[in-house]
C-alpha cells in the first residue's frame, strides 16, 4: 500500500525541479509545453517561454502534482507518471476527500501530512519544513513557515506509517505471523526509551531462532529483505544479485550493508523522528 514516507521521498526527489502549472510527474518538453499552454493559456501566457527550457528531460509537477498526484501516478520516483483519473484531483478537492483533517495549529507533527491554503497544498516535512511546488519562479522548494497554511489533512489513499505500524510489518514479514501484545509493549518500550534503535531491532528480528525455524532458502530470504528495507518485492536481476552475495558472503554481511543503505537510512531518520 501507498504510505506517507514514500510520498515524502518522492517529494524531497524533485526538490530544484520546475514548476509547471497542471503536470503531475511527468516529463517535460517541447510537446508537453504546447499541450499545456493550450490547455490553459491564461496561466501560461503569464511566464516566458524559454524559462521553461530548464525542465526539459526531468519531471514537473503543479503543487498538487508534487504532493499527491505525482506519486500516485508514478511506476518509480523518477520515472514520468502514467495518467490515472481516480487521482485527478485539486488541491481544494483534495483537503476534502481527506477523512481527518483539522486546522494547522492542530496537526500533527507527523511527516508526510497535507497541508493546504486555497488553491494551493504541500507535504510537511518534519522539523517545522514543508516541500511545495510554489510555482513557476521558485519550483520545488522547502520553505519554513508551517503557519502560512490553513490546514492539515491525512491522504485517505496512504497508509500512516507510526511505530506500531511498523513493527508490526517485521512480525508479519520476517516471522510471517501477528505480534503479541507482550512483544509488542517490548518493542516499543525499546524504541521509546532509546534503548534500541529501530536498525538494532531489525537486525535481531532479522538473526532471531524464530526466523531460522522457518528455514527459508536463499530467495525467500532476499524477498523478505525486500519487503523490510525497501518495501516492495525484488526483481530478478536484485533477487539474483543478493542471492549471490549471499552465498560469497553471508546472509549476516548482507543485512549488515543494507543496514547502511541509503533507503533505511531515510527510513530509520523517519521512525527516530516520530517517536
Not at 59 to 71: Q, S
Not at 126 to 133: D, L, N, P
Not at 169 to 174: A, E, F, G, T, V
Not at 221 to 234: A, C, G, K, S, W
Request: proline letters at 4%; aromatic letters at 14%.
Amino acid at each position: 500500500m501507498k504510505n506517507n514516507f514514500q510520498a515524502l521521498q518522492y517529494a524531497k526527489a524533485q526538490l530544484g525541479r520546475q514548476y509547471w502549472y497542471g503536470t503531475f510527474g511527468q516529463l517535460g518538453s517541447e510537446k508537453l509545453l504546447d499541450e499545456k499552454t493550450k490547455q490553459y493559456p491564461k496561466m501560461y501566457k503569464k511566464w516566458d517561454r524559454e524559462s521553461f527550457k530548464d525542465g526539459y528531460g526531468q519531471k514537473v509537477h503543479d503543487c498538487i502534482g508534487l504532493a499527491v498526484k505525482g506519486y500516485m501516478m508514478s511506476p518509480a520516483v523518477n520515472e514520468p507518471a502514467i495518467y490515472n483519473p481516480k487521482y485527478d484531483v485539486s488541491a481544494d478537492q483534495m483537503i476534502k476527500l481527506c477523512d481527518i483533517t483539522g486546522g494547522i495549529e492542530s496537526m500533527p507533527n507527523i511527516p508526510g501530512i497535507l497541508v493546504w491554503k486555497s488553491g494551493h497544498i504541500g507535504i510537511y516535512a518534519g522539523y517545522h519544513s514543508v516541500i511545495e511546488a510554489k510555482g513557476h519562479a521558485d519550483g520545488v522548494i522547502v520553505t519554513k513557515d508551517v503557519q502560512k497554511w490553513k490546514k492539515w489533512g491525512l491522504c485517505p489513499w496512504w497508509e500512516y506509517i507510526s511505530i506500531a505500524s511498523w513493527l508490526c510489518s517485521l512480525y508479519k514479514n520476517i516471522l510471517n505471523r501477528e505480534p503479541e501484545p507482550e512483544g509488542m509493549a517490548y518493542w516499543t518500550q525499546q524504541l521509546n526509551s532509546k534503548a534500541q534503535t529501530p536498525s538494532q531491532v531489525l537486525r535481531f528480528f532479522l538473526s532471531s531462532p524464530e526466523l531460522e525455524e522457518r528455514h527459508l532458502d536463499n530467495k525467500d530470504f532476499v524477498t523478505i529483505l525486500y519487503r523490510v528495507f525497501f518495501d516492495r518485492e525484488p526483481d530478478d536481476e536484485g533477487l539474483a544479485y543478493w542471492c549471490d552475495q549471499i552465498v560469497e558472503t553471508s546472509r549476516a554481511e548482507v543485512v549488515e550493508g543494507l543496514l547502511y543503505s541509503q533507503e533505511w537510512r531515510d527510513m530509520e531518520a523517519y521512525l527516530e523522528y516520530i517517536i
